[in-house]
C-alpha cells in the first residue's frame, strides 16, 4: 500500500541554492497574498451590506464574537494547509485565510479611505510603505544574518495570552487600549516576524512554501493592523 504520508524533505537539509529557492518561492507567495487581500479589499468595500454589517459588529461583545469566528476561521486555514501536502488545498487555505484577514479590515479600512477623505489615502500609504519596509528589514536581517530566534517562543506566546486578555477586557468594559498598546502589539508582530522567518528551516518542509508564507502573511497583516492604528490615533 502506497504511503500517503511520505517524509518531509526539510528546508534544513537542503543545500543553500535550494534554500534560497524556496525562500524566493515563500516570499512571492506572501506577496501573492497582499495583492489578493488588496483585490478582496476592493471588492469587500464595494458592498454597503458588508461594510454595515462589519461596522455593526464592531462594538462591545459583538467584536469579540467577529474576533472569535475570525480565529476559528483563520485557524482552520492554517491547519488545512499544514496537514495537507496537495497545492490545491494549500492554495484553498491561503485564500480563506486571506479572505479573512480582509473583511475584519473592512471597518478599519471604510473609516480610512471613506470617512477621512484624502488625508486618509496619504495615512494608508504612509502605514503600508512603513509596514513593508519592517517586514523586509525584519526577514532580511534574519536570512542575512542567520540568527536563530527562537528563543522568543516563549515570550511571543505569553505576549500573545496578554494582549488577548486586554483586547477581551477593553471589548466588555468600554476602555480603549490606546497608542502604547498598539505600540506594543507591533513589537510583538515584529517579533514574530523574526521568530518564523528564522525557524523556516526547521518547520518546514521543501514543498511548504504555501503554509510558510500564509505563517509570514499572517504576522505581516497584524504589523499592518496596528501600524495603521498608530498613524490614525495621530489626528
Known sequence: MENQFPEKIMVNSLSEVDRVAFYKK???HVAAGVLVFVLFE???LQSETVVEFMLSMTQGYKWLLMLGGFMLATNYAEGMAMRTTDKNKQYLAYGIYIFFEALIFVPMLYIVTELMGPEGSDLLYQASIVTLALFTGLSAT???TKTDFSFLKTGLT???FIAIGLIIAGSLFG???GLWFSVG???LAGG????QTSNLVKTYGVEDYIPA???LFASLMLLFWYILRIFMSRD
Do not use: E, P, R
Open 213 to 215: 508564507a500564509l505563517g
Open 42 to 44: 476592493y471588492l469587500l
Open 185 to 187: 502589539m507591533c513589537l
Open 158 to 160: 505569553i505576549g500573545f
Open 26 to 28: 515563500t516570499y512571492s
Open 142 to 144: 534574519v536570512l542575512m
Open 175 to 177: 476602555f480603549d487600549l
Open 192 to 195: 514574530s516576524i523574526l521568530y
